[in-house]
């Protein structure tokens, strides 16, 4: 049995900040669908993260594979840390990504995402599962840390 983050969603973003958070990982989002378009569907994980890294690189989409991040507390670093599938350095903030290749995306793995945007206050999070078909499913969220909130966009 896992926990599940409790964190308040808000029910609708500004369309105006919708419509910037969509532009702000756009290109992101294309080289995912790219990816999943020119591999097989069925293979394993490590093998789309894989394919990622080689397309966000030719795509000229800075990139940090296996991503560590070393929480604080009490204002000291940790030597525990978080480790994400991709980290993408941004101007205004910086992108999560973490890759699933499974039948269906659960409780669990939204949890394992939010966990990270929290833990690192990364402000954008995305998820994909190139387990389906026709399409990979990409879900994105917004983490507000004014109001301390997480919502899809």
């Known amino acids: 049995m896992y926990s599940v983050v409790i964190i308040k969603q808000k029910e609708h973003l500004d369309p105006a900040l ?3 958070l969509k532009a702000y990982v756009f290109d992101i989002v294309g080289v995912i ?3 999943f378009k020119e591999l ?3 293979l394993p994980e490590y093998v789309y993260q894989e394919a990622l890294a080689v397309a966000f ?3 000229g989409v800075k990139a940090v594979r296996e991503y560590r991040h070393h929480p604080e507390f009490r204002g000291r670093q940790l030597q525990s ?3 994400m599938d991709f980290m993408i350095p941004r101007s205004r903030g910086n992108v999560i990504i973490e890759c699933k290749a499974i039948e269906e995306l659960t409780s ?3 949890q394992q995402l939010f966990s990270y945007m929290i833990g690192t206050q ?3 999070g995305i998820i994909v599962n190139f387990h389906s078909f026709p399409n990979a499913v990409v879900h994105k969220f917004y983490f507000d840390k004014k ?3 997480i919502t899809s966009f």
Do not use: A, C, R
């Open 18 to 20: 919708k419509k910037e």
């Open 33 to 35: 669908q790219d990816v």
């Open 40 to 42: 097989p569907n069925g």
């Open 57 to 59: 690189e030719q795509d």
């Open 81 to 83: 840390f978080l480790k």
């Open 108 to 110: 669990k793995e939204y």
């Open 122 to 124: 990364y402000p954008i």
């Open 147 to 149: 109001d301390n909130t």
